[in-house]
């Protein structure tokens, strides 16, 4: 969640808590200092207005870290697919049978 989005709802609360009971907070600090968050996080959950109950929830799960990303998978990457071509003199590749299947192949497509 962007930062801009747990000031707005810690700004939120902080006016719903002054209205209702009188109680100023740090709207900064809250955003900055989780331990002071969770503080008054658990003071707007001693009050009955529900709109202060449901500013404390919404500020909790702003502040709750972010889930880590899915791991990639595992698998290697596919290798680059290779087509035969012309063996002999002119593509540099021996033309006999007993080679290797590689190295009688080369990579169709070149930079120009």
């Given at each position: 969640m962007?930062?801009?989005?747990?000031?707005?709802?810690?700004?939120?609360?902080h006016v719903t808590l002054?209205?209702?009971?009188?109680?100023?907070?740090?709207?900064?600090?809250?955003?900055?200092?989780p331990e002071y968050a969770r503080e008054v996080i658990r003071v707007a959950r001693t009050e009955t207005h529900p709109d202060v109950l449901r500013l404390?929830?919404?500020l909790e799960a702003a502040l709750q870290p972010a889930a880590p990303p899915p791991r990639a998978s595992t698998t290697p990457l596919a290798r680059p697919q290779f087509v035969a071509t012309q063996t002999?003199?002119?593509?540099?590749?021996?033309a006999t049978g007993d080679?290797?299947?590689a190295a009688r192949q080369r990579y169709v497509g070149t930079l120009r």
């Open positions: 962007l930062e801009s989005e747990k000031f707005a709802i810690a700004a939120h609360l002054r209205r209702t009971n009188g109680r100023v907070t740090d709207v900064e600090w809250m955003v900055k200092s404390a929830d919404k002999g003199a002119d593509s540099g590749f021996p080679e290797p299947t």
